[in-house]
């Protein structure tokens, strides 16, 4: 484990502040790759909730702020929010539209006797299966807090690092300070891009996925078929369309592509898509 640098020096008492925890995520999308992506993920500990975040989407606010802009951000990284002390967790995800799915997440753990020291900070072991993964949690009781990065929370203090056993996805602490105020996110998540969420259920989540690998260039054969402008330029993955020829090879370059990066943290909810 990397050399943590915390700027924590906590007081979890009377606060009605922001405890802000910044997570390095390295995760692989494809799982027989050998190259992890990595990000940087906030864990937002407000006063009534907690949220979980890609770091991008603070930068990305903040230019907006400081510069009178309007910029939006979204990607496939996890987005949750959840009530204090809840084990109900919101998961915003975008699919053309912007939905909610809540989940119920409670985590059964197993601790370890094995500790070790890191950056001054004691951390026990604890283990737990979870979306058909199995995971290794390295926590400390010196933080009073029993949260962690994504829906991993419940242990008797603050998650430093979490792996799962297949080498797919791993969150590390790296950072932490406090905020003065509760950060406002509804600009970056709760109205992102001016869209009101619409609450769906997970099997719908998943025939709206499976519908949009079966045509994954529905929308686009649409524009493409009503342009009349004959400046117009098409792309596909970094290809010009040319000729309608060229639509059926690239619906399955993108299927295949859909395939490799099927998956997802929880692997008992990736989409079962049809073979070749």
């Known amino acids: 484990m990397k050399t943590i640098f915390l700027l924590i020096m906590i007081s979890i008492s009377l606060s009605a502040q922001t405890h802000r925890f910044i997570y390095e995520y390295?995760?692989?999308?494809?799982?027989?790759?050998v190259e992890h992506r990595k990000v940087n993920m906030v864990l937002d500990i407000n006063p009534t909730d907690t949220k979980f975040y890609n770091y991008d989407f603070v930068l990305t606010d903040s230019t907006n702020i400081t510069k009178g802009q309007n910029n939006i951000i979204w990607d496939d990284t996890p987005v949750i929010i959840r009530k204090k002390n809840?084990?109900?967790n919101s998961n915003y995800i975008h699919v053309?539209?912007?939905?909610?799915?809540?989940?119920?997440?409670?985590?059964?753990?197993?601790?370890s006797d094995e500790t070790k020291?890191?950056?001054?900070y004691k951390l026990q072991k604890a283990t737990a299966k979870f979306g058909a993964r199995n995971w290794t949690a390295w926590f400390t009781k010196d933080i009073n807090l029993n949260e962690g990065p994504y829906k991993f929370k419940g242990l008797p203090g603050l998650i430093f690092e979490i792996y799962d056993d297949k080498n797919n996805f791993k969150f590390s602490l790296v950072k932490s300070y406090k905020l003065a105020k509760t950060y406002e996110t509804r600009s970056i998540i709760e109205n992102?891009?001016?869209?009101?969420?619409i609450k769906i259920k997970e099997d719908q989540l998943a025939k709206m996925l499976l519908d949009n690998f079966n045509d994954p260039l529905h929308d686009f054969k649409e524009h493409y078929k009503n342009n009349t402008d004959p400046s117009a330029h098409f792309m596909v993955m970094g290809i010009e369309v040319k000729s309608p020829d060229q639509l059926k090879e690239l619906s399955d370059m993108m299927q295949n592509n859909i395939r490799k990066n099927n998956n997802p943290i929880e692997l008992n909810k990736a989409v079962k898509y049809p073979a070749k």
């Open 96 to 111: 053309q539209n912007m939905f909610i799915i809540d989940t119920e997440d409670k985590i059964n753990w197993k601790l």
């Open 86 to 88: 809840s084990n109900l």
């Open 192 to 197: 992102f891009g001016g869209q009101k969420p």
């Open 117 to 120: 020291s890191v950056g001054g």
């Open 26 to 33: 390295q995760f692989k999308m494809d799982s027989t790759s």
